[in-house]
C-alpha cells in the first residue's frame, strides 16, 4: 500500500484592531482640527469633510478594515499651520501633504505617530525638525 502525507497547515491572524467609538470620535475631531487649521473652505478637493459621512469616505483619507490608514492631501490647496490634534490619528502609516502652503512649526505631536513610516511634507513653509520619537 502506498501512504501519502500532505500537511494542511494554513495561518491566519486572528488579532485586529477594532477601535471604540470613542477613538472613531478622536479621529474625527483630529481630522476636522486639519480642516479649519488649513483652511478648508479653500481647499481644491474636499468632498464629504465636515460631514455625517464615514471618515473613510472623505476625499483623500484611506482606511484599512474602518481604520485611518493614510491621508492623502498633496496639492490641494491646504494653507496654516498644521493642528496639534495630528497626533492623535495614532493608526496613520502614511501622511502626504506636499505642494500645498503650509506654514508654521511642525508639531511635536507628529512624533505620537508611532506607525507613520511614510510622511511627504515637501514644497511646504514649515519649520522645524522631525521629532525623534
Same mark, same amino acid.
Given at each position: ?10 495561518? /491566519?491572524? +486572528? %488579532? ?5 467609538? /470613542?477613538?472613531? /470620535? ?11 487649521? +488649513?483652511?478648508? /473652505?479653500?481647499? +481644491? ?5 465636515? +460631514?455625517?459621512? *464615514? ?5 483623500? %483619507?484611506?482606511?484599512?478594515?474602518? %481604520? ?38 511642525? *508639531? ?26
Amino acid at each position: 500500500p502506498t501512504v501519502s502525507y500532505q500537511p494542511t497547515v494554513s495561518y /491566519q491572524p +486572528t %488579532v485586529s484592531y477594532q477601535p471604540t467609538d /470613542q477613538y472613531r /470620535q478622536l479621529e474625527r475631531n483630529a481630522l476636522i482640527a486639519l480642516y479649519h487649521s +488649513t483652511n478648508g /473652505q479653500g481647499w +481644491t478637493e474636499r468632498t464629504n469633510w465636515r +460631514t455625517s459621512a *464615514p471618515i473613510c469616505d472623505w476625499y483623500g %483619507v484611506n482606511c484599512t478594515k474602518s %481604520v485611518i490608514y493614510s491621508i492623502h492631501l498633496g496639492g490641494n490647496n491646504l494653507e496654516g499651520p498644521l493642528p496639534i490634534e495630528i497626533g492623535s490619528l495614532k493608526t496613520l502609516v502614511e501622511l502626504t501633504l506636499r505642494y500645498n502652503d503650509l506654514s508654521g512649526s511642525l *508639531p511635536s505631536e507628529i512624533g505620537l505617530l508611532s506607525d507613520l513610516s511614510y510622511l511627504d511634507l515637501r514644497s511646504n513653509n514649515l519649520s522645524g525638525s522631525l521629532p525623534s520619537e
